[in-house]
């Protein structure tokens, strides 16, 4: 992956419905090489899938949260993820180094909602403890990071 893939999927973070005649005036690269290392970035598996981003407000999900959970032993480690990963109002998921094993981010209705999703994940076998972090305002999302050459 060269300097020129990295200014291609930058553009296409910004919006991936972009075509590529707007991706090569911006990257000063013919479309028809526009396209083909596209195609090679999802061959390579670089390129995942095509998403969109929704304003989680406008769609009632008022109140966003961090959440640290620690386990009891590692061997809680598959089951625990087994009851969060197909939970909608967990928009995040990561594994940890130190004080705790995960870091979840949520995003729900209400104060209310966001109790009893706190209940739920308390109450999965395993789970040792939790800390809940109200999130007041979300400064930066960036999804995507690209390392230079």
Do not use: W
């Amino acid at each position: 992956m060269d300097s020129m893939d990295r200014s291609i999927l930058s553009c296409l973070s910004e919006n991936s419905r972009q075509s590529a005649t707007e991706i090569s005036q911006k990257v000063h690269l013919s479309v028809a090489a526009v396209i083909e290392r596209i195609r090679k970035l999802e061959r390579n598996g670089v390129i995942r899938q095509y998403t969109i981003i929704v304003d989680q407000p406008k769609v009632g999900n008022d109140v966003a949260a961090l959440m640290e959970v620690s386990l009891e032993h590692p061997k809680y480690y598959d089951g625990f993820l087994e009851r969060i990963k197909d939970n909608p109002n967990i928009v995040a998921c990561d594994y940890l180094t130190g004080d705790c094993d995960f870091m979840l981010k949520i995003r729900t209705q209400s104060s209310e909602t966001l109790e009893q999703l706190h209940r739920t994940i308390k109450n999965i076998h395993g789970v040792a403890g939790t800390k809940t972090f109200f999130v007041l305002k979300e400064l930066k999302n960036g999804l995507t990071a690209f390392p230079e050459a």
